[in-house]
């Protein structure tokens, strides 16, 4: 299966982040890559997890982090597709940042070698647990709501932090 490249941020080449709530009887994307970091935070939905050369099974309350142009896709159970009443719903949470966009403004206020060092590493990508996940979770909810600008810098601010410094 060869990946598709997709423009997350086409039309926004101001944007520095973005976030997309899915919620619908199954996730329908392809095999695709993009130059921005995924955090993707399942709330309800199970299935089939590829991404890059790593193919694992994901069910709700899974948590991702996803580098920069690593093809991936979720795909649903089979029940998702042949589901005739509302049982099966694929939901997840997306936060999208483009990392040279994220450091370029960051090195405004100081040293961003550790949060670069972050980035590098994202591009193995990498799953959350326990307390990081708990956190992070809760934060990704607030920012997709969020309007206020500043309130949604802030909010991407605390999610980044706390996956840099996360084992």
């Given at each position: 299966?060869?990946?598709?490249?997709?423009?997350?941020?086409?039309?926004?080449?101001?944007?520095?982040?973005?976030?997309?709530?899915?919620?619908?009887?199954?996730?329908?994307?392809?095999?695709?890559?993009?130059?921005?970091?995924?955090?993707?935070?399942?709330?309800?939905?199970?299935?089939?997890?590829?991404?890059?050369?790593?193919?694992?099974?994901?069910?709700?309350?899974?948590?991702?982090?996803?580098?920069?142009?690593?093809?991936?896709?979720?795909?649903?159970?089979?029940?998702?597709?042949?589901?005739?009443?509302?049982s099966?719903?694929?939901?997840?949470?997306?936060?999208?940042?483009?990392p040279?966009?994220?450091?370029?403004?960051?090195?405004?206020?100081?040293?961003?070698?550790?949060?670069?060092?972050?980035?590098?590493?994202s591009?193995?990508?990498?799953?959350?647990?326990g307390?990081?996940?708990?956190?992070?979770?809760?934060?990704?909810?607030?920012?997709?709501?969020e309007?206020?600008v500043?309130?949604?810098?802030?909010?991407?601010?605390?999610?980044?932090?706390?996956?840099?410094?996360?084992?």
């Amino acid at each position: 299966m060869r990946p598709v490249p997709a423009k997350i941020l086409e039309g926004k080449e101001n944007e520095v982040f973005d976030t997309k709530v899915v919620n619908s009887p199954y996730f329908s994307t392809l095999f695709h890559f993009h130059e921005e970091c995924q955090i993707n935070y399942v709330v309800e939905s199970e299935g089939t997890r590829m991404i890059g050369d790593s193919i694992e099974s994901f069910s709700h309350d899974d948590l991702t982090l996803v580098g920069s142009n690593i093809p991936h896709v979720w795909h649903n159970s089979e029940e998702y597709f042949v589901a005739t009443d509302t049982s099966s719903v694929a939901k997840s949470i997306t936060l999208f940042f483009h990392p040279e966009k994220v450091l370029k403004i960051l090195s405004q206020f100081g040293n961003t070698k550790k949060m670069a060092n972050f980035f590098q590493l994202s591009k193995r990508c990498m799953r959350f647990r326990g307390k990081t996940k708990s956190k992070v979770k809760i934060l990704l909810i607030q920012l997709a709501e969020e309007e206020n600008v500043l309130l949604r810098l802030s909010l991407l601010s605390k999610i980044l932090h706390i996956l840099s410094q996360t084992q």
